[in-house]
């Protein structure tokens, strides 16, 4: 009983913008809450906590705001694994079950990158004027000089750029990885596939009126390899990696139930897939976008399955070079038809909180669309780690 908040256009464009992160967790009640459920006390919440964590941010605490009648007494805890957080939400909320700890779990996701606040660390001594100032919208802040040192910080993109280097990975490669994202994405807006996903969200507007948002605002329709190829790179003026083969900087939320057979039984609900397994594995931080090929296998070897048996693959495109690296060390073809069949993160965002969520419910919802068995979600986590999902239709 998965529901996903539409997810907002580039940060500054956003039409969700001034919409703090409790607010998107609240859009999304009007899809799971259909009844009041039988026994509240039995439930739990995971949510992944917004990667961009300010004052105005909703955590475990607003999530039990989706449910009538227990607010108070629904317990609840955060995770936060980066950009994998949401996806490891879901994963801990299945292993709760498994281990008889609940019988109910709300597993969500939420991020709003257009409030991520800056934040200036504490002086190191007395009336010290050399403080700094730093956004956290994206990459690292407040560093420890010691782990600079040791392991180096380099940013996103300049990962992005090193998987591009290091694995071969062209700026026409990735341009056209990008362009075919958009075109699904186009393809599955126009007809109706990403619908069944998302809930409308309503945004306030002067004199009692307002605006309804019932789509991704991200995809870019008109985007042709012409466009593409005309933006600048992003780190250095000879690298690949563009605005344009990269993920968005998005808002979103993201939000599933997940329950035993028994209470599933109980409460009404009918199942919709079933977590097989999950893993999450490490590399190095200059090339953590290659980190879902360890998770992949991991995954995959732990349910005792091959790549031939998983039909719905749900790879976050991070960046075009990471993507097309983490195919290529699989042995998938970039343009298989299983992969991202409804576009990516280059097109739809990627919220990171509420990505990870947003992955395991549109590949489950793709399962059903083409009666397949088995997804595989999977994703890099900033900084140097992989973590991946295996999904069944029940």
């Given at each position: 009983?998965p ?11 956003s ?13 999304l ?20 906590v ?34 994998g ?18 019988d ?15 934040v ?20 690292w ?6 782990m600079?040192?040791?392991y ?49 969200v309503?945004i ?58 028994a ?14 397994a ?66 990516g ?10 990505s ?21 979600a ?9 973590i ?7």
């Amino acid at each position: 009983m998965p529901s996903v908040h539409p997810s907002g256009a580039s940060a500054a464009r956003s039409r969700q913008s001034g919409l703090t992160t409790s607010r998107l967790c609240r859009s999304l009640r009007s899809r799971l809450v259909t009844r009041r459920w039988t026994g509240p006390a039995s439930m739990m919440c995971c949510s992944a906590v917004p990667t961009r964590l300010a004052k105005t941010t909703g955590t475990w605490r607003e999530w039990p705001c989706c449910w009538q009648g227990c607010r108070w007494a629904v317990p609840g805890t955060t995770v936060n694994r980066l950009c994998g957080s949401g996806l490891d939400a879901v994963g801990l909320a299945a292993r709760s079950i498994r281990a008889g700890d609940a019988d109910l779990m709300l597993a969500g996701g939420v991020e709003s990158m257009s409030r991520a606040p800056f934040v200036m660390g504490k002086a190191d001594a007395p009336f010290s004027r050399s403080q700094k100032i730093e956004d956290t919208t994206i990459g690292w802040r407040l560093v420890n000089p010691a782990m600079e040192s040791a392991y180096g910080v380099d940013s996103m993109p300049e990962t992005g750029e090193n998987v591009a280097k290091e694995w071969g990975i062209s700026r026409e490669a990735q341009d056209a990885f990008a362009l075919a994202s958009q075109a699904k994405a186009a393809v599955a807006q126009v007809n109706g596939r990403l619908a069944a996903e998302i809930v409308a969200v309503r945004i306030p507007q002067r004199k009692d009126d307002f605006i309804v948002i019932d789509r991704d605002e991200h995809p870019r329709h008109d985007t042709t390899i012409e466009s593409l190829m005309r933006l600048k790179p992003i780190v250095h003026p000879d690298g690949t990696v563009t605005a344009g083969n990269s993920s968005g900087v998005n808002d979103g939320a993201a939000a599933m139930l997940i329950a035993s057979e028994a209470d599933a039984v109980a409460n009404g609900l009918t199942p919709r897939a079933r977590v097989v397994a999950m893993s999450a594995a490490g590399v190095a931080p200059r090339v953590m976008g290659i980190a879902p090929v360890n998770a992949a296998r991991k995954v995959l070897s732990r349910a005792g399955l091959g790549l031939d048996n998983i039909d719905v693959i749900e790879l976050n495109e991070a960046f075009a070079s990471q993507a097309l690296a983490v195919l290529r060390d699989l042995k998938i073809q970039p343009y298989d038809q299983r992969v991202n069949p409804n576009g990516g993160a280059i097109a739809l965002g990627h919220p990171l909180g509420m990505s990870g969520v947003r992955l395991a419910l549109t590949a489950i919802e793709e399962l059903h669309r083409t009666g397949g068995r088995y997804a595989l979600a999977f994703m890099c986590v900033g900084d140097r780690q992989g973590i991946a999902m295996l999904l069944e239709r029940v």
